[in-house]
Nanobody, 125 residues
Framework: QVQVVESGGGLVQAGGSLRLSCVAS????????MGWFRQAPGKEREFVAA????????NYRDSVKGRFTISRDNAKNTVYLQMDNLKPEDTAVYYC??????????????????WGQGTQVTVSS
């Protein structure tokens, strides 16, 4: 059974930083791309960042480029999202997801098969 578990959310002031972690178990972690998505209150879930199976390629939504960094440690079955210079508009529940295959690291939710329960990130102004 595949499990995806996020951690690291919390409350931070604007301009601050947080690092989210996501551990995936139950399948060979290094075979699959991983992604982060977020959902703000009253809004649809949106793509944030993704990383290929080898960590050689990454993809970000425009509004987080230069502020967020996705990385992974295949030995620890863990993917990270380092979030710097946080803004109030980054407030959302952040979800980690494991892709259906290793080649896709885009922003389509349909290409991600396993999802975590989410972790809340709140940025105060």
């Amino acid at each position: 059974q595949v499990q995806v578990v996020e951690s690291g959310g919390g409350l931070v002031q604007a301009g601050g930083s947080l690092r989210l972690s996501c551990v995936a178990s139950g399948r060979t972690f290094s075979f699959y791309a991983m992604g982060w998505f977020r959902q703000a209150p009253g809004k649809e879930r949106e793509f944030v960042a993704a990383i290929s199976w080898s960590a050689g390629d990454t993809n970000y939504r425009d509004s987080v480029k230069g502020r967020f960094t996705i990385s992974r440690d295949n030995a620890k079955n863990t993917v990270y999202l380092q979030m710097d210079n946080l803004k109030p508009e980054d407030t959302a529940v952040y979800y980690c997801a494991s892709s259906r295959n290793g080649a896709y690291y885009g922003g389509s939710e349909n290409e991600y098969r396993y999802w975590g329960q989410g972790t809340q990130v709140t940025v105060s102004s």
